[in-house]
């Protein structure tokens, strides 16, 4: 024999759907807002220094990253390319591998590891390296010497904040840095962005 449905449950069960979406809404501009580069904190012309200040945190709480960049220009192009992980190959017919020249000034405690590099072409194309989404590969040098990189966020409370590992010589107060990112050989770039955390980053515009 088959039992109805209470009208209890028939009458809740709206209300529990309703309430469901509702949540999920709640969470999806939170999940969209940390996702992708969409907060300019900073905005400069290539050749001029732009000064940064944004918020960060860490296992020992909130700080701020503090830093000067100018974009000197982008380099030559050549169709090897190197990944993040020191592996050299060729990159397919169309594409090749543009330097960006970057200048930077900071004090040797900033955490400046693991930055994102994204040249926009004037159609809004994107072709970024960093950050371990890269189809690439991940690099974590993009923006700091290869030999003296400077501390990392600290992940346990245990750390100090901008402690180098044993035998690392501290970064210098003023750097460059030259990284290579893979794009069409014919795309015209407007801008560059660097970003260490979604969504903020900061624009360098390239002269049109």
Not at 18 to 25: F, H, K, P
Not at 178 to 191: G, L
Request: proline share 8%; with cysteine.
């Amino acid at each position: 024999m088959r039992t109805r449905p209470s009208r209890w449950w028939m009458a809740a069960a709206p209300v529990a759907a309703v309430a469901m979406l509702a949540a999920s809404g709640y969470r999806v501009p939170v999940f969209w807002y940390q996702s992708g580069q969409h907060h300019e904190i900073a905005d400069g012309d290539a050749q001029e220094w732009v000064a940064v200040s944004e918020r960060t945190s860490d296992a020992h709480g909130d700080l701020t990253r503090r830093y000067s960049v100018r974009l000197a220009g982008l380099g030559g192009e050549s169709t090897a390319y190197e990944a993040g992980f020191g592996d050299e190959f060729t990159l397919a017919d169309g594409m090749v591998a543009r330097q960006v020249r970057l200048d930077f000034r900071a004090d040797p405690d900033q955490p400046l590891k693991n930055c994102a590099l994204t040249l926009v072409d004037d159609r809004g194309r994107e072709y970024r390296v960093g950050h371990s989404f890269d189809a690439i590969g991940e690099r974590i040098t993009n923006c700091v010497p290869e030999e003296t990189p400077g501390p990392s966020l600290t992940v346990f409370p245990s750390e100090k904040r901008g402690t180098l590992p044993r035998g690392e010589l501290p970064r210098p107060e003023e750097w460059s840095v030259s990284p290579a990112i893979a794009a069409p050989k014919d795309a015209r770039f407007v801008e560059l962005r660097i970003s260490f955390e979604d969504p903020d980053y900061v624009t360098l515009r390239l002269p049109r």
